[in-house]
């Protein structure tokens, strides 16, 4: 006899296509109702609204249910989970994913041990190689495996101020929570800080290959200039040598196999910023503004080097987007528009728009990102529905 039970049963079998886990475990099923004539109508809660693996969903639920005899024919309804909702299933995923990893066992890793002080650079009447061997390459190149499924994001701003690294920051956890292996390069040089945003303290120690390990934290893996100073000293280099640090970066760290890898870049159209364009040719690019209009002119310029280095533009993310007064009204400290105004400038979608939370810049000051803990912020649910969205726009499947 076809019961309730029975279909919960065969719905357990499909899974969430970007966090990998049952629809059934992961509360997304929401109500059933079995016909006498075998007509099965169930309603399945999306994680995120406009979701573009609807399909799928809607397909791997008909295949599992029309695998019963008695099953005639099935009738999908599709809605939307709330933040808390969201906030739950993500944290589900996120441990269902750490403890499938707990017994990954650790891979060798060859290579020289980093340089602080980078020596001088090649001649000028020599072509600059390509950034390499990237995340993945040849295993006796010592860096990561799987190169060619490690998508690899710049973030990207126009300016100082507008909160570029705590968005990678709490990016970077948000993707690592939905399941995901994500890495970090604090490519700031002279702004170095994701170490005090991550909480990560400790000096740079090498493995038996002398490749420096890199920092694991929040389900993150991270490397910064923190690791080799102390917080207050300032770094005193010229261009060359920033581009030799970001070829170290890269190639002389202990990269474990990731499938995401994010690049805190720093701000404005420089050294740093033209390396990566010009060398790490498979780099995407994440833009972020404020909603104010100056913030968004300079943003432009940054896009406008990418575009020149055809490198691919993801999307914007409006940060500092307005804050939520006492009685749930809106107020648009900074302005509004900016962020859409940028995205529709170079046809990408704005990827989301972030609040002026207290609770963002606490996380931050105290190495706990937001997106770090189950706290009640709609920035956090933010975050992680964005890390959805940049998963869904290239295509990408969580690991876990």
């Not at 060619?148 to 956890?173: E, F, H, M, R, Y």
């Not at 996380?363 to 959805?388: C, E, H, V, Y």
Request: charged letters at 20%; proline letters at 6%.
């Amino acid at each position: 006899m076809l019961d309730q039970t029975r279909v919960l049963q065969a719905l357990d079998t499909v899974q969430d296509p970007e966090l990998h886990q049952s629809i059934v475990s992961l509360n997304m099923v929401r109500t059933v109702a079995i016909e006498p004539d075998g007509r099965v109508a169930l309603d399945i809660a999306l994680t995120v609204d406009g979701c573009p693996l609807h399909e799928k969903i809607t397909e791997d639920v008909n295949r599992a249910l029309k695998v019963l005899p008695e099953v005639k024919d099935v009738a999908v309804t599709l809605s939307v989970m709330n933040e808390k909702e969201r906030r739950a299933a993500f944290q589900k995923a996120f441990e269902a994913a750490q403890k499938a990893r707990q017994g990954e066992p650790a891979r060798p890793e060859s290579g020289a041990r980093i340089s602080v002080t980078p020596p001088p650079p090649q001649s000028s009447g020599k072509k600059a190689p390509i950034i390499g061997p990237l995340p993945g390459q040849a295993a006796a190149a010592g860096m990561m495996s799987d190169a060619d499924s490690t998508v690899i994001i710049g973030v990207a701003s126009g300016k100082g101020g507008v909160g570029k690294s705590t968005v990678t920051a709490n990016l970077a956890v948000a993707l690592a929570r939905m399941g995901s292996r994500v890495g970090v390069i604090d490519m700031d040089i002279y702004g170095f800080s994701q170490g005090r945003m991550f909480g990560a303290k400790e000096k740079a120690k090498v493995n038996e290959q002398e490749k420096i390990i890199p920092w694991s934290v929040h389900g993150v893996h991270l490397v910064s200039m923190g690791m080799f100073v102390e917080e207050g000293q300032a770094i005193v280099w010229r261009g060359p040598m920033l581009g030799k640090m970001m070829q170290q970066f890269f190639s002389d760290v202990a990269w474990p196999t990731l499938d995401y890898l994010l690049i805190d870049l720093p701000p404005g159209t420089g050294d740093v910023a033209l390396d990566i364009a010009q060398k790490v040719r498979k780099a995407k690019l994440v833009l972020v503004t404020t909603p104010q209009e100056v913030a968004t002119q300079v943003a432009h310029r940054a896009g406008d080097v990418a575009q020149k280095a055809h490198q691919e533009i993801i999307g914007v993310i409006e940060n500092m987007s307005y804050v939520v007064c006492p009685h749930g009204e809106r107020m648009n400290v900074f302005g509004e528009g900016g962020g859409q105004s940028l995205a529709n400038l170079f046809d990408v979608p704005l990827l989301g728009q972030i609040p002026l939370e207290a609770t963002v810049r606490e996380g931050s000051d105290k190495g706990r990102p937001t997106t770090s803990t189950d706290q009640n912020s709609q920035a956090a649910s933010i975050f992680l529905t964005i890390a959805q969205r940049i998963k869904q726009t290239l295509g990408k499947e969580a690991a876990g």
